[in-house]
């Protein structure tokens, strides 16, 4: 039987199949194609692209403008308009996106009748469901796949100008206390995992410090250069670790070493195998994200840290930096934010509690 209002169906041999439309016969009936596959969502998604492959023909566009559904604008965005510019982990987090959420609220519905209360209806029945960051990550991708329709001629109207979507959310930063910290890199030092004595004096995320490499370290100018990142992607039920770009443009950066962080990795690079790449080895040469996860929980739990992650080392960077006086445009910098807004939105609490502190002391000049 077909799932309901799709053309793909089970077949005796345990395989799926689904059939899309190519055209017509001389003699007036609609011609179909099929694409197999073990599994319903990977031939739910391979005819998707399909069709929209068919919105490229110029004989074929003008009935397919007509009566486009949402689901095939929506693939036609992915294949066409962010593949070929995207980095590869983030269209698959886009198609994550369409596939979980935008298909089974939107897919059937032709996209010149979606309506402005359709949209708004959806998200704030989500509102109590879904987390705030993610709501707003479906809304920026809808926003961005209509707005590109609406430039083609697809759509009358920007119908998503008026969605009201829920207040923006507070960060959650978890901050060790400086007691913590002591206790954290004493552990650290004791059983040699100076990779995150690196984080919490850097502010490197997880990904950029698994990728990184010697060459990124200017010993010259005791500095590193953050160039890559290491990424774990999810697609067709399985997952693949890659080295890619940093997070954004302005992730790469330089960060200057302290002298006992210098000293810390020459004495790592003394001891490293010969022929190392990465700085923080593993079974395969490098070590993944989930690793440096794990021996980071060993260490926590020993301590009874609650709440603590790879990410919290970064957060205290910030935090210590701004305890010592560091200012928000070059704390900016050193974090690879694109804006000083970014890193306000993430440590207002730490600069409210400076300006506090420095009024603390006023005495009245007359007195």
């Given at each position: 039987?077909p799932?309901?209002g799709?053309n793909?169906?089970r077949?005796?041999?345990?395989?799926?199949?689904g059939?899309?439309?190519v055209?017509?016969?001389?003699?007036?009936?609609?011609?179909?194609?099929s694409v197999y596959?073990k599994?319903?969502n990977?031939?739910?998604?391979?005819?998707l692209?399909r069709?929209a492959?068919?919105?490229?023909?110029p004989?074929d566009a003008p009935?397919m403008g007509?009566d486009?559904?949402f689901?095939d604008?929506a693939?036609y965005?992915l294949e066409?308009?962010?593949?070929?510019?995207?980095k590869e982990?983030t269209?698959?987090?886009?198609q994550?996106?369409v596939?979980?959420?935008?298909?089974p609220?939107?897919?059937?519905?032709?996209l010149?009748?979606l309506?402005?209360?359709t949209?708004q209806?959806y998200f704030?029945?989500?509102a109590?469901?879904?987390?705030?960051g993610?709501?707003r990550?479906i809304?920026s991708l809808?926003r961005t796949i209509?707005?590109?329709a609406y430039?083609?001629?697809?759509?009358a109207a920007c119908?998503?100008?008026?969605?009201?979507?829920?207040?923006?959310c507070?960060?959650?930063?978890r901050?060790?206390?400086?007691s913590e910290?002591?206790?954290?890199?004493?552990?650290?030092?004791?059983?040699?995992?100076?990779e995150?004595?690196?984080c919490?004096?850097?502010?490197?995320?997880?990904?950029e410090?698994?990728?990184l490499?010697?060459?990124?370290?200017?010993w010259?100018?005791?500095?590193?250069?953050?160039?890559?990142?290491?990424?774990r992607i999810?697609q067709?039920?399985?997952?693949k670790?890659i080295?890619?770009t940093t997070?954004?443009?302005?992730?790469?950066?330089e960060?200057?070493?302290?002298?006992?962080?210098?000293d810390m990795?020459?004495?790592?690079?003394?001891r490293?195998p010969?022929?190392a790449r990465f700085v923080?080895?593993?079974k395969?040469?490098?070590?993944?994200?989930?690793?440096?996860?794990?021996r980071?929980?060993?260490?926590?739990?020993?301590?009874q840290i609650e709440?603590?992650h790879?990410?919290t080392?970064?957060?205290?960077f910030?935090t210590?930096c701004?305890?010592?006086?560091?200012g928000?445009e070059?704390?900016?910098?050193?974090?690879?934010?694109?804006?000083?807004?970014?890193?306000?939105?993430y440590?207002a609490?730490s600069?409210e509690e400076r300006?506090?502190?420095?009024v603390?002391?006023f005495t009245?000049?007359s007195?």
């Amino acid at each position: 039987m077909p799932r309901h209002g799709e053309n793909i169906y089970r077949r005796k041999d345990g395989r799926w199949e689904g059939r899309y439309w190519v055209g017509k016969r001389t003699d007036g009936r609609a011609m179909y194609k099929s694409v197999y596959g073990k599994r319903y969502n990977d031939v739910k998604r391979e005819l998707l692209l399909r069709k929209a492959e068919l919105c490229l023909s110029p004989k074929d566009a003008p009935q397919m403008g007509r009566d486009m559904l949402f689901q095939d604008r929506a693939a036609y965005y992915l294949e066409y308009k962010a593949k070929p510019f995207v980095k590869e982990s983030t269209l698959v987090s886009y198609q994550r996106l369409v596939f979980r959420h935008l298909i089974p609220a939107f897919g059937a519905i032709p996209l010149n009748r979606l309506e402005p209360e359709t949209l708004q209806c959806y998200f704030s029945r989500t509102a109590g469901t879904l987390a705030c960051g993610t709501l707003r990550n479906i809304f920026s991708l809808l926003r961005t796949i209509l707005s590109d329709a609406y430039r083609d001629g697809k759509l009358a109207a920007c119908i998503w100008e008026n969605v009201r979507l829920p207040r923006r959310c507070k960060p959650d930063v978890r901050v060790f206390t400086q007691s913590e910290q002591i206790a954290f890199e004493r552990l650290a030092i004791e059983e040699g995992r100076s990779e995150f004595i690196l984080c919490l004096y850097t502010g490197l995320r997880l990904g950029e410090l698994c990728a990184l490499q010697w060459e990124d370290i200017d010993w010259a100018q005791r500095k590193i250069v953050v160039r890559h990142s290491l990424q774990r992607i999810s697609q067709g039920g399985s997952s693949k670790v890659i080295l890619g770009t940093t997070k954004t443009v302005s992730s790469q950066r330089e960060i200057p070493l302290p002298g006992f962080l210098y000293d810390m990795l020459s004495g790592l690079r003394e001891r490293s195998p010969e022929g190392a790449r990465f700085v923080f080895t593993g079974k395969k040469g490098y070590c993944d994200m989930r690793t440096m996860q794990a021996r980071f929980k060993r260490l926590t739990d020993k301590l009874q840290i609650e709440g603590a992650h790879v990410h919290t080392l970064r957060h205290s960077f910030a935090t210590r930096c701004l305890e010592n006086g560091i200012g928000i445009e070059t704390l900016c910098a050193l974090l690879g934010h694109s804006a000083a807004t970014i890193t306000l939105r993430y440590y207002a609490h730490s600069t409210e509690e400076r300006r506090l502190e420095s009024v603390q002391d006023f005495t009245l000049l007359s007195a």
